[in-house]
C-alpha cells in the first residue's frame, strides 16, 4: 500500500575511535563545523549505509557501483539503460522513441529499486548524442545533514603499515589517518506522503528503510566505520495530511558532567528528550501511531516508551 501518512524520522546513533564520514577534499578528515565544533555527516553517507544494508537483503538498488570484465564502472546513463526490458528480454533503442524509451525504463527502475522509490534520483535517457532527456523523481525520504549533539576532538594518527615503501628498501610505508575518539549524532528525516505517489514507495519500503537506518549502521564494520552503534530510532506518523511537526531533532540533548570534548562513551551523559515528549503531547491529537526502537546502554532522564504511553500516544516497539 503506497504511503499515504507523513512521518518525521529522528535516528542517533555514536561512534568510539573512528572516522564517521571523511571530506576527500580535506585529507578525508571527519567533518567539523569550524564555528560550533560539532561533527557533520552527509545525508549521503546515512544513505549509501541504507543502500548497502537492502543490497545484501536482496533488494534491488539502482545506485550501485557496477563495473564489466575489463574493470570499467558503469556511468548512470549505463546504469539506466540496465532496465530497458520488456518481460525480462533488453529491449533495442532503435525500436522504441525516446519517449518509449523513458516510459520503460522509469516503469521498470520504480518497480525494482526501492532506493530510487525512497530517495528518487535523477536518471539520465540517451537514445542517440541528439536526442536525449532525462527522469527526475524527487525522493518522499529527505534527511538533513548529521550532526553531533556535542562538540568533538579531532585526533591525528600515525603508524607503520606493513610492506617496505618501495623495491630494495628497508623502511616501511607509514600510514596516517584523521579519527573522533568519539562522536553522538544525531540525524533527522521527513517522509513525504505527497511524493510517495510519485514513486509509488509503500509502508513496506519505509519498515525496510528503518531496517535499514538501525542493522545497517550496527553492520558496517569496515576499518574506518567498526564501532558504530545506534541508540535511538523514532518515527512519529500522522494523521493529517500535510502536517508534521518539524524540527524535532532540535528537542533532543545529550547533557554530560564531562567536558563535552572529553566524552568517551554514550554512559557519561544522559539523552534528555523532556521537550521532545512534550512536543508530541501537544500534537497528539494529530499523531497516529509512534515507532521507537531504543539502544539498552543509552540513558534518558526518563523511560521514553512508558512516558509516550502515559501521555496517551500510540506507541510501537520496532524489532529488527
Same mark, same amino acid.
Given at each position: %500500500?503506497?504511503? %499515504?501518512?507523513?512521518?518525521?524520522?529522528?535516528?542517533?546513533?555514536?561512534?568510539?575511535?573512528?572516522?564517521?564520514?571523511?571530506?576527500?577534499?580535506? #585529507?578525508?578528515?571527519?567533518?567539523?563545523?569550524?564555528?560550533?565544533?560539532?561533527?557533520?555527516?552527509?545525508?549521503?553517507? /546515512?544513505?549509501?549505509?541504507?543502500?548497502?544494508?537492502?543490497?545484501?537483503?536482496?533488494?534491488?538498488?539502482? =545506485?550501485?557501483?557496477?563495473?564489466?570484465?575489463?574493470?570499467?564502472?558503469?556511468?548512470?546513463?549505463?546504469? #539506466?539503460?540496465?532496465?530497458?526490458?520488456?518481460?525480462?528480454?533488453?529491449?533495442?533503442?532503435?525500436?522504441?522513441?525516446?519517449?518509449?524509451?523513458?516510459?520503460?525504463?522509469?516503469?521498470?527502475?520504480?518497480?525494482?529499486?526501492?532506493?530510487?522509490?525512497?530517495?528518487?534520483?535523477?536518471?539520465?535517457?540517451?537514445?542517440?548524442?541528439?536526442?536525449?532527456?532525462?527522469?527526475?523523481? @524527487?525522493?518522499?525520504?529527505?534527511?538533513?545533514?548529521?550532526?553531533?549533539?556535542?562538540?568533538?576532538?579531532?585526533?591525528?594518527?600515525?603508524?607503520?603499515? #606493513?610492506?617496505?615503501?618501495?623495491?630494495?628498501?628497508?623502511?616501511? @610505508?607509514?600510514?596516517?589517518?584523521?579519527?573522533?575518539?568519539?562522536?553522538?549524532?544525531?540525524?533527522?528525516?521527513?517522509?513525504?506522503?505527497? #511524493?510517495?505517489?510519485?514513486?509509488? /514507495?509503500?509502508?513496506?519500503?519505509?519498515?525496510? /528503510?528503518?531496517?535499514?537506518?538501525?542493522?545497517?549502521?550496527?553492520?558496517?564494520?569496515?576499518?574506518?566505520?567498526?564501532?558504530?552503534?545506534?541508540?535511538?530510532?523514532?518515527?512519529?506518523?500522522?494523521?493529517?495530511?500535510?502536517?508534521?511537526?518539524?524540527?524535532?531533532?532540535?528537542? =533532543?540533548?545529550?547533557?554530560?558532567?564531562?567536558?563535552?570534548?572529553?566524552?568517551?562513551? *554514550?554512559?557519561?551523559? =544522559?539523552?534528555?528528550?523532556? /521537550?521532545?515528549?512534550?512536543?508530541?503531547?501537544?500534537?497528539?491529537?494529530?499523531?497516529?501511531? *509512534?515507532?521507537?526502537?531504543?539502544?539498552?546502554?543509552? *540513558?534518558?532522564?526518563?523511560?521514553?516508551?512508558?512516558?509516550?504511553?502515559?501521555?496517551?500516544?500510540? =506507541?510501537?516497539?520496532?524489532?529488527?
Amino acid at each position: %500500500m503506497t504511503v %499515504m501518512n507523513r512521518s518525521e524520522i529522528l535516528f542517533y546513533y555514536d561512534i568510539n575511535y573512528c572516522n564517521p564520514n571523511g571530506d576527500p577534499l580535506d #585529507a578525508n578528515k571527519p567533518r567539523i563545523d569550524e564555528e560550533t565544533g560539532k561533527n557533520i555527516v552527509t545525508d549521503v553517507r /546515512l544513505k549509501r549505509t541504507i543502500r548497502d544494508y537492502l543490497l545484501a537483503k536482496g533488494e534491488g538498488i539502482f =545506485v550501485q557501483e557496477i563495473a564489466d570484465d575489463a574493470g570499467v564502472i558503469q556511468d548512470a546513463k549505463q546504469r #539506466a539503460e540496465d532496465f530497458l526490458l520488456q518481460d525480462k528480454f533488453k529491449l533495442k533503442k532503435g525500436n522504441l522513441s525516446l519517449a518509449d524509451m523513458k516510459k520503460i525504463i522509469q516503469k521498470n527502475i520504480l518497480e525494482e529499486c526501492i532506493d530510487v522509490r525512497l530517495f528518487g534520483a535523477t536518471i539520465p535517457i540517451e537514445k542517440s548524442t541528439k536526442e536525449k532527456n532525462s527522469v527526475t523523481l @524527487t525522493g518522499p525520504v529527505q534527511f538533513k545533514m548529521g550532526q553531533s549533539l556535542h562538540r568533538v576532538k579531532l585526533q591525528y594518527v600515525k603508524g607503520t603499515g #606493513a610492506f617496505a615503501s618501495g623495491s630494495n628498501m628497508t623502511q616501511k @610505508t607509514f600510514r596516517e589517518e584523521y579519527i573522533l575518539p568519539y562522536s553522538l549524532i544525531g540525524f533527522y528525516g521527513i517522509v513525504n506522503e505527497n #511524493a510517495a505517489k510519485e514513486t509509488n /514507495l509503500t509502508e513496506e519500503d519505509v519498515s525496510k /528503510l528503518l531496517e535499514g537506518i538501525w542493522v545497517g549502521t550496527m553492520n558496517l564494520i569496515s576499518r574506518s566505520k567498526a564501532g558504530q552503534q545506534p541508540r535511538l530510532l523514532v518515527r512519529v506518523v500522522y494523521k493529517e495530511n500535510n502536517y508534521h511537526i518539524g524540527e524535532l531533532d532540535k528537542l =533532543v540533548s545529550f547533557v554530560s558532567d564531562k567536558n563535552q570534548e572529553e566524552i568517551r562513551d *554514550i554512559t557519561e551523559g =544522559v539523552l534528555e528528550i523532556g /521537550l521532545l515528549l512534550n512536543a508530541l503531547e501537544e500534537n497528539k491529537n494529530k499523531i497516529k501511531i *509512534i515507532q521507537i526502537k531504543k539502544d539498552s546502554r543509552t *540513558i534518558f532522564n526518563t523511560d521514553i516508551l512508558d512516558e509516550v504511553k502515559q501521555r496517551g500516544l500510540d =506507541v510501537e516497539e520496532l524489532v529488527f
